[in-house]
């Protein structure tokens, strides 16, 4: 399988079930050399065929280079991306994929991290625990699932070496066995970061808890995998000024920034196109952007000097965008 825009090239050695509905892939070097270093909370863009480019995080040991080990979900609504990984993926195949970014990572101040983990949000985390534990650093991670059997990577979660660190909480077990979301914040030391991943409602109601506990913003770090549905995709027409040559291009009410640029012959990297991953982040030189990601914290969004151009607009006529 051929990606000439990809930046590696990678075998599928492995792909086995790791939960219901979930799916573990395990990918090496062609040649069996040692992979591109990546830290705890990174993704790789995986391309999977047919023009499908698809962000997914790395779940294995960030000191461990010899492979990249991923957690796909299937999912129902899939734009195509998790139904390629599952019914058309085969052992053997070569992928292309981009090098390892992280837009999730460990805040290095942090001497205790709160990990909490919804569904297939675990994937992060795992590799988030893993270098926690060699740094020995103070961490939790609680992770939530509908049921035992939709508990992904949960043999590694019974034998890792920090597994007195791990919580399971399942939907359908007892109430006493589920997430005591306030205990958890009011037990965690002073001071200390939480990480969240997983499904947004999940998301949402973690940070909201938070907040309502007294955490201040620059304590909470999450990352979603999908934009919130029923988003704006659409508004007025405004424009785009390249900061590097002053050229100006028109962004019509039903195009993004993205597709504006690519008509003028400017292309700009994105993986998501939802405003999740971050790939296409982009400072902002003067204007005032419409921010519709979900990727930005309110913060970032206030300061006004950054944004996400795959899906978010202007609400002055003009923008300057360092490109």
């Keep these: 399988m051929s990606h000439p825009e990809a930046e590696i090239t990678l075998r599928l050695v492995a792909k086995r079930l790791a939960a219901e509905d979930i799916c ?3 990918l090496r070097h062609p040649e069996g050399a040692a992979l591109p270093p990546f830290s705890a909370g990174a993704h790789i863009d995986l391309h999977l065929g047919d023009g ?3 962000q997914y995080s790395l779940a294995g040991d960030p000191a461990d280079t010899s492979h990249y080990l991923l957690g796909v979900l299937r999912e129902p609504a899939s734009r195509g991306g998790s139904l390629a990984v599952h019914d058309r993926l085969r052992e053997g195949e070569l992928l292309g994929a981009s090098l390892p970014r992280n837009h999730f990572p460990l805040d ?3 001497s205790h991290h709160l990990l909490l983990a919804g569904g297939i949000g675990i994937t992060p985390l795992l590799s988030m625990a893993e270098q926690l534990h060699r740094e020995a650093r103070g961490f939790a991670l609680h992770y939530c699932t509908r049921s035992a059997t939709r508990t992904a990577f949960a043999q590694r979660l019974r034998e890792a070496p920090w597994a007195e660190r791990v919580h399971l909480h399942h939907d359908d077990a007892p109430p006493s066995q589920r997430l005591d979301l306030p205990g958890v914040l009011a037990r965690a030391p002073q001071a200390a970061h939480l990480c969240v991943c997983g499904p947004r409602g999940f998301i949402d109601w973690v940070l909201q808890g938070a ?7 620059s304590r909470l770090h999450r990352e979603y995998f999908a934009a919130a549905e029923g ?4 508004g007025g027409a405004f424009e785009v000024e390249l900061g590097s040559s002053g050229r100006v291009v028109r962004v019509e009410p039903a195009q993004t920034i993205v597709q504006a640029l690519a008509a ?3 292309d700009l990297p994105t993986s998501c196109e939802q405003g999740v991953c971050g790939t296409c982040l982009t400072r902002v030189l003067s204007g005032t952007p419409d921010h519709r990601d979900s990727y930005l914290t309110e913060e970032e969004r206030a300061r006004n000097d950054q944004m996400l151009p795959c899906c978010s607009r202007a609400l002055s006529p003009r923008l300057v965008l360092e490109l």
């Design 24 to 26: 573990a892939l395990e």
């Design 264 to 266: 003028a012959g400017v």
């Design 231 to 234: 988003a704006p995709a659409a």
């Design 108 to 110: 290095p101040r942090a």
């Design 52 to 54: 499908l480019v698809r």
């Design 211 to 217: 907040r309502e506990a007294g955490w201040e913003e």
